[in-house]
Protein backbone atom coordinates (compact mmCIF):
# COMPACT_ATOMS: atom_id res chain seq x y z
CA UNK A 1 0.00 0.00 0.00
CA UNK A 2 1.32 3.54 -0.93
CA UNK A 3 1.12 6.04 1.32
CA UNK A 4 1.63 9.79 0.67
CA UNK A 5 1.49 12.76 3.36
CA UNK A 6 0.99 15.91 1.71
CA UNK A 7 1.82 19.25 3.65
CA UNK A 8 0.89 22.95 3.15
CA UNK A 9 3.07 25.50 1.86
CA UNK A 10 3.15 27.09 5.74
CA UNK A 11 4.53 23.80 7.03
CA UNK A 12 8.37 23.33 8.04
CA UNK A 13 9.68 20.44 5.93
CA UNK A 14 9.55 17.01 7.57
CA UNK A 15 11.44 16.30 9.27
CA UNK A 16 12.21 19.11 10.96
CA UNK A 17 14.58 19.84 14.39
CA UNK A 18 12.43 22.85 15.15
CA UNK A 19 9.19 22.29 13.81
CA UNK A 20 5.98 22.81 15.18
CA UNK A 21 3.17 20.01 16.61
CA UNK A 22 2.11 18.85 12.92
CA UNK A 23 5.96 18.40 11.65
CA UNK A 24 6.84 16.54 15.02
CA UNK A 25 3.90 14.15 14.68
CA UNK A 26 5.32 13.51 11.01
CA UNK A 27 8.51 12.83 11.83
CA UNK A 28 8.17 10.68 15.16
CA UNK A 29 5.61 8.18 12.48
CA UNK A 30 8.39 8.42 9.64
CA UNK A 31 11.45 7.66 12.13
CA UNK A 32 8.80 4.18 13.88
CA UNK A 33 8.61 3.91 10.20
CA UNK A 34 12.09 3.35 9.28
CA UNK A 35 12.74 0.81 12.29
CA UNK A 36 9.50 -1.57 11.66
CA UNK A 37 10.83 -4.30 9.83
CA UNK A 38 7.74 -5.78 9.17
CA UNK A 39 5.57 -2.94 7.70
CA UNK A 40 5.42 -3.56 4.06
CA UNK A 41 4.09 0.03 3.00
CA UNK A 42 5.34 2.54 1.70
CA UNK A 43 5.67 5.69 2.60
CA UNK A 44 5.70 9.17 0.64
CA UNK A 45 6.07 13.40 1.76
CA UNK A 46 5.35 15.95 -0.78
CA UNK A 47 5.81 19.05 1.01
CA UNK A 48 7.62 22.44 0.49
CA UNK A 49 11.23 22.49 -0.49
CA UNK A 50 13.65 23.10 2.46
CA UNK A 51 17.62 24.24 1.60
CA UNK A 52 18.33 23.83 5.73
CA UNK A 53 21.44 21.47 6.57
CA UNK A 54 19.21 20.06 9.53
CA UNK A 55 16.80 18.69 6.96
CA UNK A 56 19.40 17.40 4.83
CA UNK A 57 20.69 15.58 7.44
CA UNK A 58 17.57 14.07 9.28
CA UNK A 59 16.30 12.93 5.68
CA UNK A 60 19.09 10.97 5.54
CA UNK A 61 18.22 9.25 8.31
CA UNK A 62 14.98 8.05 6.90
CA UNK A 63 16.44 6.46 3.69
CA UNK A 64 13.29 4.48 3.73
CA UNK A 65 11.14 7.09 3.19
CA UNK A 66 10.76 9.04 -0.59
CA UNK A 67 10.78 12.77 -0.05
CA UNK A 68 9.35 14.67 -3.04
CA UNK A 69 10.19 18.59 -2.69
CA UNK A 70 8.21 21.09 -4.13
CA UNK A 71 9.16 24.63 -5.25
CA UNK A 72 6.97 27.35 -3.58
CA UNK A 73 7.72 30.93 -4.35
CA UNK A 74 6.44 33.66 -2.36
CA UNK A 75 6.60 36.11 -5.32
CA UNK A 76 5.52 34.53 -7.39
CA UNK A 77 2.00 33.94 -6.07
CA UNK A 78 1.97 36.88 -5.29
CA UNK A 79 -2.02 36.94 -7.25
CA UNK A 80 -3.30 33.54 -5.60
CA UNK A 81 -2.21 34.85 -2.21
CA UNK A 82 -4.34 38.53 -2.27
CA UNK A 83 -7.02 36.18 -3.83
CA UNK A 84 -7.63 33.59 -1.02
CA UNK A 85 -6.54 36.29 1.76
CA UNK A 86 -9.41 38.35 0.61
CA UNK A 87 -12.12 35.06 0.22
CA UNK A 88 -10.67 34.02 3.85
CA UNK A 89 -11.75 37.59 5.26
CA UNK A 90 -14.95 37.46 3.37
CA UNK A 91 -16.46 33.59 3.98
CA UNK A 92 -14.16 33.97 7.55
CA UNK A 93 -13.14 30.17 6.36
CA UNK A 94 -9.09 30.41 7.31
CA UNK A 95 -7.71 27.52 5.84
CA UNK A 96 -9.77 27.63 2.94
CA UNK A 97 -8.55 28.51 -0.76
CA UNK A 98 -10.59 29.66 -3.61
CA UNK A 99 -7.78 29.01 -5.71
CA UNK A 100 -4.33 27.36 -6.08
CA UNK A 101 -1.62 28.36 -6.87
CA UNK A 102 1.87 26.70 -8.42
CA UNK A 103 2.82 24.93 -5.43
CA UNK A 104 -0.53 22.74 -4.81
CA UNK A 105 -0.76 22.60 -9.14
CA UNK A 106 2.92 20.89 -8.84
CA UNK A 107 1.81 18.46 -5.80
CA UNK A 108 -1.09 17.02 -7.48
CA UNK A 109 1.11 16.24 -9.96
CA UNK A 110 3.80 14.50 -7.96
CA UNK A 111 0.94 13.02 -5.93
CA UNK A 112 -0.69 11.23 -9.60
CA UNK A 113 2.78 10.10 -10.27
CA UNK A 114 2.52 7.92 -7.21
CA UNK A 115 -0.62 7.17 -7.43
CA UNK A 116 -1.15 6.30 -3.65
CA UNK A 117 -3.91 3.96 -1.87
CA UNK A 118 -3.88 6.60 0.82
CA UNK A 119 -3.69 10.27 0.75
CA UNK A 120 -3.01 12.32 3.94
CA UNK A 121 -3.42 15.95 4.37
CA UNK A 122 -2.04 17.29 7.01
CA UNK A 123 -3.98 19.28 8.80
CA UNK A 124 -5.43 21.57 5.64
CA UNK A 125 -7.96 21.58 3.09
CA UNK A 126 -5.84 21.54 -0.27
CA UNK A 127 -7.45 24.27 -3.11
CA UNK A 128 -7.80 20.88 -5.38
CA UNK A 129 -9.65 18.76 -3.21
CA UNK A 130 -12.24 18.45 -5.77
CA UNK A 131 -9.79 17.33 -8.52
CA UNK A 132 -8.48 14.73 -5.72
CA UNK A 133 -11.70 13.09 -5.56
CA UNK A 134 -12.68 13.06 -9.44
CA UNK A 135 -8.77 11.15 -9.82
CA UNK A 136 -8.40 9.02 -6.76
CA UNK A 137 -11.88 8.75 -5.05
CA UNK A 138 -13.29 9.77 -2.19
CA UNK A 139 -12.09 6.85 -0.10
CA UNK A 140 -8.53 7.45 -0.40
CA UNK A 141 -8.50 11.07 0.94
CA UNK A 142 -8.30 11.97 4.59
CA UNK A 143 -7.45 15.24 6.47
CA UNK A 144 -5.51 14.70 10.06
CA UNK A 145 -6.69 17.69 11.53
CA UNK A 146 -4.47 19.19 14.47
CA UNK A 147 -5.94 22.11 15.42
CA UNK A 148 -9.34 23.98 16.58
CA UNK A 149 -10.12 25.45 13.19
CA UNK A 150 -12.16 22.43 12.32
CA UNK A 151 -15.16 24.47 11.43
CA UNK A 152 -13.47 26.32 8.72
CA UNK A 153 -12.61 23.07 7.02
CA UNK A 154 -15.84 22.44 5.50
CA UNK A 155 -16.56 20.34 2.69
CA UNK A 156 -19.09 22.45 0.17
CA UNK A 157 -19.31 19.14 -1.78
CA UNK A 158 -23.54 17.92 -2.29
CA UNK A 159 -22.67 14.05 -1.81
CA UNK A 160 -18.80 13.53 -2.01
CA UNK A 161 -16.67 13.55 1.49
CA UNK A 162 -13.52 12.48 2.21
CA UNK A 163 -11.96 11.05 5.43
CA UNK A 164 -10.67 12.35 8.91
CA UNK A 165 -8.20 11.76 11.17
CA UNK A 166 -8.58 13.84 14.21
CA UNK A 167 -6.12 13.97 17.17
CA UNK A 168 -9.18 14.07 20.02
CA UNK A 169 -12.87 13.48 20.06
CA UNK A 170 -13.40 17.53 20.42
CA UNK A 171 -12.08 17.84 17.46
CA UNK A 172 -13.85 15.12 15.55
CA UNK A 173 -17.02 16.31 17.07
CA UNK A 174 -16.10 19.81 15.73
CA UNK A 175 -15.42 18.70 12.40
CA UNK A 176 -18.14 16.54 11.69
CA UNK A 177 -20.81 19.68 13.85
CA UNK A 178 -19.06 21.87 10.93
CA UNK A 179 -19.86 19.71 8.08
CA UNK A 180 -23.50 19.39 9.09
CA UNK A 181 -23.71 16.11 10.15
CA UNK A 182 -22.64 14.51 6.78
CA UNK A 183 -21.51 11.01 6.80
CA UNK A 184 -17.82 11.62 7.07
CA UNK A 185 -16.02 8.35 7.67
CA UNK A 186 -13.46 9.31 10.95
CA UNK A 187 -10.88 7.95 13.25
CA UNK A 188 -9.53 9.52 16.64
CA UNK A 189 -5.46 9.47 16.71
CA UNK A 190 -4.34 11.21 20.08
CA UNK A 191 -0.91 12.71 20.40
CA UNK A 192 2.27 11.78 21.71
CA UNK A 193 5.63 13.08 23.62
CA UNK A 194 9.11 12.61 23.23
CA UNK A 195 9.28 9.88 25.90
CA UNK A 196 12.97 9.31 24.96
CA UNK A 197 13.95 12.32 26.85
CA UNK A 198 10.87 13.10 29.57
CA UNK A 199 10.98 9.53 30.67
CA UNK A 200 14.94 10.62 31.95
CA UNK A 201 15.12 11.17 35.49
CA UNK A 202 17.18 14.24 36.97
CA UNK A 203 19.47 13.40 39.84
CA UNK A 204 18.18 15.37 42.98
CA UNK A 205 21.63 17.08 43.05
CA UNK A 206 21.51 18.37 39.32
CA UNK A 207 17.61 19.03 40.05
CA UNK A 208 18.50 21.32 43.13
CA UNK A 209 21.52 22.48 41.07
CA UNK A 210 19.28 23.90 38.20
CA UNK A 211 16.68 25.47 40.52
CA UNK A 212 19.50 27.38 42.18
CA UNK A 213 20.82 28.68 38.46
CA UNK A 214 17.12 29.55 37.74
CA UNK A 215 16.86 31.49 41.07
CA UNK A 216 15.02 29.32 43.35
CA UNK A 217 15.47 27.88 46.63
CA UNK A 218 15.09 24.58 47.43
CA UNK A 219 12.05 25.38 49.95
CA UNK A 220 10.07 27.09 46.92
CA UNK A 221 7.13 25.42 45.37
CA UNK A 222 8.06 25.62 41.44
CA UNK A 223 5.29 25.98 38.87
CA UNK A 224 6.21 25.43 35.64
CA UNK A 225 4.54 27.01 32.08
CA UNK A 226 5.76 25.76 28.62
CA UNK A 227 4.60 26.82 25.37
CA UNK A 228 4.03 29.93 23.20
CA UNK A 229 3.65 33.53 24.77
CA UNK A 230 0.90 34.23 23.18
CA UNK A 231 -2.38 35.35 24.54
CA UNK A 232 -4.77 32.56 24.27
CA UNK A 233 -2.33 30.49 26.21
CA UNK A 234 -3.45 32.43 29.37
CA UNK A 235 0.60 33.47 30.68
CA UNK A 236 -0.47 36.45 32.05
CA UNK A 237 -3.67 35.32 33.76
CA UNK A 238 -1.26 32.70 35.38
CA UNK A 239 1.57 35.03 36.08
CA UNK A 240 -1.73 36.96 38.04
CA UNK A 241 -2.40 33.97 39.81
CA UNK A 242 0.61 33.77 41.08
CA UNK A 243 1.69 36.87 42.69
CA UNK A 244 -2.06 36.23 44.38
CA UNK A 245 -0.27 33.13 46.38
CA UNK A 246 2.61 33.21 49.30
CA UNK A 247 5.75 34.17 48.17
CA UNK A 248 7.19 30.87 48.34
CA UNK A 249 4.94 29.80 45.52
CA UNK A 250 6.89 30.24 42.34
CA UNK A 251 6.61 30.62 38.64
CA UNK A 252 8.71 29.37 36.02
CA UNK A 253 7.90 29.98 32.33
CA UNK A 254 9.76 28.27 29.84
CA UNK A 255 9.56 29.98 26.06
CA UNK A 256 11.38 32.30 23.85
CA UNK A 257 10.51 35.91 24.66
CA UNK A 258 13.58 37.45 24.16
CA UNK A 259 13.36 37.42 20.29
CA UNK A 260 9.94 38.55 19.84
CA UNK A 261 8.85 41.88 20.95
CA UNK A 262 4.59 43.05 20.91
CA UNK A 263 2.88 44.66 23.05
CA UNK A 264 1.10 41.48 24.88
CA UNK A 265 5.21 40.26 25.57
CA UNK A 266 5.66 43.69 27.08
CA UNK A 267 2.91 43.82 28.95
CA UNK A 268 3.88 40.14 30.72
CA UNK A 269 7.11 41.63 31.14
CA UNK A 270 5.84 44.73 33.14
CA UNK A 271 3.72 42.64 35.34
CA UNK A 272 6.74 39.95 36.31
CA UNK A 273 8.91 42.81 36.73
CA UNK A 274 6.69 43.85 39.56
CA UNK A 275 8.42 40.83 41.06
CA UNK A 276 11.15 39.48 39.75
CA UNK A 277 12.19 37.00 42.09
CA UNK A 278 8.96 35.20 42.20
CA UNK A 279 8.82 34.91 38.19
CA UNK A 280 11.43 33.80 36.04
CA UNK A 281 11.97 33.10 32.17
CA UNK A 282 14.02 30.87 30.82
CA UNK A 283 14.01 31.51 27.69
CA UNK A 284 14.09 29.16 24.56
CA UNK A 285 15.62 25.96 25.52
CA UNK A 286 15.74 22.49 23.17
CA UNK A 287 13.34 19.89 23.06
CA UNK A 288 16.14 17.86 23.90
CA UNK A 289 16.46 19.70 27.40
CA UNK A 290 13.26 20.39 28.85
CA UNK A 291 12.91 17.51 30.75
CA UNK A 292 15.28 19.16 33.24
CA UNK A 293 13.50 22.29 33.37
CA UNK A 294 9.56 20.26 33.97
CA UNK A 295 11.36 18.52 36.50
CA UNK A 296 12.77 21.69 38.29
CA UNK A 297 9.27 22.28 38.73
CA UNK A 298 6.08 20.75 41.33
CA UNK A 299 3.43 21.86 39.43
CA UNK A 300 2.65 22.28 35.59
CA UNK A 301 -0.16 24.71 34.80
CA UNK A 302 -1.62 24.90 31.52
CA UNK A 303 -4.17 27.79 31.49
CA UNK A 304 -5.13 27.68 27.70
CA UNK A 305 -8.17 30.49 27.10
CA UNK A 306 -9.02 28.80 23.40
CA UNK A 307 -10.16 25.61 22.56
CA UNK A 308 -7.09 23.63 22.72
CA UNK A 309 -7.00 20.50 20.12
CA UNK A 310 -5.30 18.21 22.28
CA UNK A 311 -1.69 20.10 23.53
CA UNK A 312 1.09 17.98 23.61
CA UNK A 313 2.99 20.33 26.39
CA UNK A 314 -0.23 18.45 28.93
CA UNK A 315 1.88 15.15 28.00
CA UNK A 316 5.25 16.22 28.08
CA UNK A 317 4.51 17.39 31.54
CA UNK A 318 3.14 14.02 32.47
CA UNK A 319 6.11 11.94 31.07
CA UNK A 320 8.10 14.46 33.80
CA UNK A 321 5.64 12.97 36.38
CA UNK A 322 4.28 16.62 37.21
CA UNK A 323 0.84 17.06 38.63
CA UNK A 324 -0.99 19.15 36.37
CA UNK A 325 -3.85 22.00 36.74
CA UNK A 326 -5.28 22.95 33.00
CA UNK A 327 -8.10 24.75 32.08
CA UNK A 328 -11.25 23.52 30.52
CA UNK A 329 -10.22 23.79 27.29
CA UNK A 330 -11.33 21.50 24.07
CA UNK A 331 -9.81 18.02 23.91
CA UNK A 332 -6.81 19.06 26.34
CA UNK A 333 -9.46 17.53 28.94
CA UNK A 334 -9.07 14.05 27.07
CA UNK A 335 -5.99 13.29 27.76
CA UNK A 336 -5.24 14.48 31.71
CA UNK A 337 -5.67 11.77 34.53
CA UNK A 338 -9.14 11.83 36.11
CA UNK A 339 -7.64 13.56 39.38
CA UNK A 340 -6.27 16.40 37.83
CA UNK A 341 -8.13 19.93 38.59
CA UNK A 342 -10.20 21.46 35.33
CA UNK A 343 -10.59 25.09 35.77
CA UNK A 344 -13.30 26.73 34.04
CA UNK A 345 -12.73 29.87 31.59
CA UNK A 346 -14.36 32.46 33.11
CA UNK A 347 -14.26 35.81 35.00
CA UNK A 348 -13.11 34.03 38.32
CA UNK A 349 -10.00 32.14 36.41
CA UNK A 350 -7.39 34.13 37.99
CA UNK A 351 -8.54 34.23 41.28
CA UNK A 352 -9.75 30.16 41.28
CA UNK A 353 -6.33 29.28 39.51
CA UNK A 354 -4.21 30.86 42.62
CA UNK A 355 -6.35 29.04 44.80
CA UNK A 356 -5.87 25.48 43.07
CA UNK A 357 -2.23 26.27 42.84
CA UNK A 358 -2.08 27.11 46.70
CA UNK A 359 -4.49 24.19 47.94
CA UNK A 360 -1.60 21.52 46.04
CA UNK A 361 1.13 23.13 47.46
CA UNK A 362 -0.07 22.71 50.43
CA UNK A 363 -1.13 18.99 49.92
CA UNK A 364 2.34 16.66 49.75
CA UNK A 365 0.37 13.01 49.79
CA UNK A 366 -1.68 14.67 47.07
CA UNK A 367 1.53 15.97 44.85
CA UNK A 368 2.67 12.31 45.07
CA UNK A 369 -0.47 10.59 44.53
CA UNK A 370 -0.81 12.73 41.33
CA UNK A 371 2.70 12.34 40.33
CA UNK A 372 2.62 8.57 39.85
CA UNK A 373 -1.10 8.67 38.36
CA UNK A 374 0.73 11.11 35.51
CA UNK A 375 3.76 9.19 34.71
CA UNK A 376 1.35 5.99 34.17
CA UNK A 377 -0.87 7.82 31.90
CA UNK A 378 1.45 8.94 29.74
CA UNK A 379 2.19 5.54 28.56
CA UNK A 380 -0.64 6.01 26.20
CA UNK A 381 1.00 8.44 24.56
CA UNK A 382 4.46 7.24 23.96
CA UNK A 383 6.10 7.38 19.92
CA UNK A 384 5.57 3.62 19.74
CA UNK A 385 2.02 3.68 20.65
CA UNK A 386 1.57 7.24 18.44
CA UNK A 387 3.06 4.61 15.55
CA UNK A 388 0.79 1.39 16.41
CA UNK A 389 -2.35 3.40 16.67
CA UNK A 390 -1.52 5.16 13.29
CA UNK A 391 -0.99 1.91 11.46
CA UNK A 392 -4.14 0.52 12.86
CA UNK A 393 -5.85 3.23 11.41
CA UNK A 394 -4.26 2.47 8.18
CA UNK A 395 -5.33 -1.10 7.84
CA UNK A 396 -8.89 -0.14 8.91
CA UNK A 397 -9.06 2.18 5.86
CA UNK A 398 -7.50 -0.47 3.82
CA UNK A 399 -10.24 -2.94 4.17
CA UNK A 400 -12.81 -0.43 4.30
CA UNK A 401 -11.52 0.87 0.43
CA UNK A 402 -11.36 -3.09 -0.04
CA UNK A 403 -14.90 -3.66 0.98
CA UNK A 404 -16.82 -0.48 1.16
CA UNK A 405 -17.76 -1.64 4.82
CA UNK A 406 -17.34 0.33 8.28
CA UNK A 407 -15.32 -1.40 10.54
CA UNK A 408 -14.27 -1.03 14.23
CA UNK A 409 -10.92 -0.98 15.87
CA UNK A 410 -10.61 -0.13 18.66
CA UNK A 411 -6.82 0.27 21.27
CA UNK A 412 -7.03 -1.70 24.18
CA UNK A 413 -6.33 -0.07 27.58
CA UNK A 414 -6.94 3.29 25.86
CA UNK A 415 -10.15 5.70 26.50
CA UNK A 416 -9.45 6.62 22.87
CA UNK A 417 -11.17 4.66 19.92
CA UNK A 418 -8.40 4.17 17.49
CA UNK A 419 -9.27 3.61 14.25
CA UNK A 420 -12.81 3.78 15.52
CA UNK A 421 -14.54 4.35 11.48
CA UNK A 422 -17.29 5.88 11.62
CA UNK A 423 -20.00 7.06 8.95
Excluded: W
Excluded at 38 to 53: L, P
Amino acid sequence: MKIAFVGSHILSPIPCLNGGAVEFLVTIFLENYEEDNTCEHEIFVIQKKSKTTDDYLLNKKLSKTAFINVDYNKRKNIFPRIVNKLFRVIRKKQCEFFISNNYYNNVFKEVKKINPDLIVFENYKDPLLKEYIRYFGKNKIFIHVHNDFTGKIVFNFKEEFVGLIAVSNFIKESFLYNNGGKRIVNYVLPNCANEQTLFQRVPDGERLALRKKIGFEQEDFVVVYCGRLVQEKGVLQLIQAILATPKNIKLLIVGDSENIKNNYIKKINRVANTNPKRIKFTGYIKNEELYKYYQCADLQVVPTLIEEAAGIVAIEGQMSGLPLIITKSGGMVEYVTPDTPIIERNNNLVENLSKQIYKLSADKAKLKSMSENARQNALKYTQKIYYENFMQIVESIKRNTDNALPSVLKKSGSKFNIGNANG
